[in-house]
């Protein structure tokens, strides 16, 4: 069992910061890829930005120079900076991380883990 918890949602104005962090623990041998989505009212849910065990990234478009994301490898926690937010970056914001845990008698095995979602609002 893999667990990954969120937290630094809340209400912000418009062209403020948050910054969301992302904790997994549980029997986890490796994390390969790592990613923050969101969903707003009414829309699917979207892949904000990822990134991989090698430190490579990705971002929306319509996130790019405003966020920034990145993982502390030894402590499994993955971060999204979010500057210059706008209304419109309103949603709940999920972290998702792909990798290898251990199982009691299953040995190693992969996951594909979600954490509980972090409200974001962006409202003057």
């Known amino acids: 069992q893999v667990q990954l918890v969120e937290s630094g949602g809340g209400l912000v104005q418009p062209g403020g910061s948050l910054r969301l962090s992302c904790a997994a623990s549980?029997?986890?041998?490796?994390?390969?890829?790592m990613g923050w989505y969101r969903q707003a009212p009414g829309k699917q849910r979207e892949l904000v930005a990822g990134?991989?065990?090698?430190?490579?990234?990705n971002y929306a478009d319509s996130v790019k120079g405003r966020f920034t994301i990145s993982r502390d490898n030894a402590q499994k926690t993955m971060y999204l900076q979010m500057n210059s937010l706008k209304p419109e970056d309103t949603a709940v914001y999920y972290c998702?991380?792909?990798?290898?845990?251990?199982?009691?008698?299953?040995?190693?095995?992969?996951?594909?883990?979600w954490g509980q979602g972090a409200q974001v609002t962006v409202s003057s």
């Open positions: 998702n991380a792909e990798g290898r845990g251990y199982v009691e008698g299953r040995g190693y095995v992969r996951f594909d883990s």
């Open positions: 549980g029997s986890i041998f490796t994390i390969y890829d």
């Open positions: 990134t991989d065990s090698g430190g490579s990234t």
